[in-house]
């Protein structure tokens, strides 16, 4: 019998329990679902649909633009999923393999910069409906709504700590707890008031909405081009999560829970939601005579305090939803990563509620200007950071990953590279990063501009898939392995003094091949 020996102790510059892989996996297909649901159901892609019926787009046109989008998306969440899957690391950790155990900080540290910044703006626009929501119950405190304190109001100030004090309890529970709020809370709550809003329009109507009609009387040719400009948005508006996928498939017990979550919760979910949101729209046209896009003012309008006071708590739980899924799990990963040793995912997440409120987000969101280059501009490095990571893992390593290897400052180690950072990374993200961001800006490529992450994605996978192509002999072009990769970092985080000379007991995850 052969003694068990010690697993190898990962380097605590690189590990700690929240970035090690994940130890249980709890996240079945409704929770992918649900994370969907907690993603979709905001106010902003409620008004996204609704804004382009409203442009002139006839109601099955806007269903079709967005569904197409959303299918490029679907795509896209599946080959990442496989990747946090099989690994069972975050976005940070997964992304070593490509950028190298300390270069991977950059693209971790640009993903963190923009969710800090649209966590303090949906913490800001979810406040703006406590501040709704208070006056209604006590119109007296609308003498505090008047004066100004770093560009809030007393009662505004108030609301907005509120709700970044509950967001702050709610997210440093963890990602189980997290899993358990959304499951049940923010996004079937949405569904029911939209629902509600639709039927109550359509009756109000008399059925009287069309599906076909334009408008505006848009022309075909200007149909199909605010068609293809809507779809490729939809993309873009989601490269932020599937940049960070592997943070949630990391949690599912096998392929089908995250390919039937998000077969159900995007082109399903998302085109029955902008379905939805049409045909409210459509019937703000026949009962009040003007077309409202935005959900909470047509709450208003119903003119009803049992109305308004429930609907804004579904659309404040909305964006609180939003707020964990796209805005807070990735930079607390993120934060964690730079130093591991003295962050874990709670104090990651509490630097970016810290952060959220020092970039004082009603400033930045008031300002045309700055959100249109600062959150553009690092929108654009989005498409090059997610070609980078799709074609190491299927295309070069064709999903040979040595999860242990991640956590390993030797410098023998597979992803140490040169000091820890893969020049070849870095070769294929610059050109591509200053292409997007030039057609993303420059207002001479406006045409192109909302196509900007898809020259980003080609030319630094192009680039990238180019200087590695030595790697991807050495791995082979073999048929991409589906089990979960074994891995003695996970073992140890469970307390496990080896693996050898032992038999692994039913159900643990088997190695890859070539892992």
């Known amino acids: 019998m052969t003694t068990p020996s010690k697993p190898p102790q990962p380097d605590p510059r690189l590990h700690n329990e929240d970035l090690a892989p994940a130890p249980e996996r709890t996240w079945g297909t409704y929770s992918i679902f649900a994370l969907w649901m907690s993603d979709t159901h905001a106010i902003s892609n409620y008004a996204f649909a609704a804004s382009l019926f409203v442009l002139g787009l006839p109601a099955w046109e806007v269903f079709l633009a967005l569904l197409a989008g959303i299918s490029v998306v679907h795509w896209l969440m599946n080959r990442m999923g496989h990747a946090g899957h ?34 303090g703006i949906q913490t800001w626009l979810a406040s703006t409906a406590v501040v709704l929501l208070t006056l209604q119950l006590a119109p007296g405190l609308d003498a505090y709504h008047h004066n100004s304190v770093l560009g809030l109001s007393t009662l505004g100030w108030v609301a907005f700590l509120v709700m970044w004090g509950l967001q702050a309890v709610l997210l440093t529970r963890g990602m189980e707890f997290i899993r358990k709020v959304q499951d049940f809370a923010t996004g079937p709550v949405v569904w029911l008031v939209v629902l509600a809003l639709a039927v109550y329009l359509v009756v109000r109507s008399g059925g009287d909405i069309s599906l076909t009609r334009s408008l505006t009387g848009l022309s075909g040719a200007s149909q199909v081009q605010q068609s293809l400009i809507a779809a490729s948005l939809t993309v873009a508006t989601f490269l932020t999560l599937v940049l960070n996928y592997a943070d949630f498939a990391r949690f599912t017990p096998d392929h089908r829970s995250y390919r ?57 739980l909305a964006t609180i939803g939003i707020n964990v899924v796209a805005n807070f799990v990735s930079p607390a990963y993120d934060f964690a990563n730079l130093a591991p040793k003295y962050l874990d995912f709670k104090r990651g997440g509490l630097i970016t509620a810290v952060l959220a409120i020092l970039v004082m987000p009603w400033k930045l969101y008031s300002s045309a200007l700055v959100i249109q280059y600062f959150l553009g501009a690092l929108g654009a490095f989005l498409g090059p950071l997610v070609a980078i990571l799709l074609v190491d893992y299927h295309l070069i390593r064709r999903g040979r990953i040595d999860v242990d290897a991640l956590f390993s400052a030797d410098r023998d180690g597979a992803y140490f590279y040169r000091g820890g950072y893969n020049p070849k990374a870095v070769i294929a993200f ?11 800006l420059v207002p001479a490529f406006d045409a192109l501009a909302p196509f900007s992450w898809i020259f980003g994605m080609g030319v630094s996978g192009a680039l990238y898939a180019l200087v590695s192509r030595r790697g991807r002999v050495t791995c082979g ?39």
């Open 86 to 119: 099989r690994t069972g690391v975050p976005y940070p950790v997964l992304a070593r393999a490509s950028w190298g155990v300390r270069g991977a900080n950059i693209p971790a540290l640009l993903r963190a910069v923009m969710a800090v910044a649209w966590y």
């Open 260 to 316: 039937r979550g998000n077969l159900i919760g995007l082109p399903v979910n998302f085109t029955a939601f902008a379905v939805v949101a049409v045909l409210v729209t459509a019937g703000t046209i026949s009962v009040f005579g003007e077309a409202i896009y935005d959900p909470v003012k047509v709450i208003q309008r119903i003119d009803n305090p049992v109305v308004t006071v429930i609907g804004s708590l579904a659309f404040i």
């Open 430 to 440: 610059l050109p591509a990063a200053a292409v997007a961001a030039v057609l993303a």
């Open 477 to 515: 072009a073999g048929p991409l392995p589906q089990d979960i990769i074994a891995s003695q970092v996970s073992r140890a985080a469970r307390g496990e003094d080896g693996a050898e000379g032992r038999t692994a007991p039913a159900g643990e995850p088997v190695a890859a091949e070539g892992s």
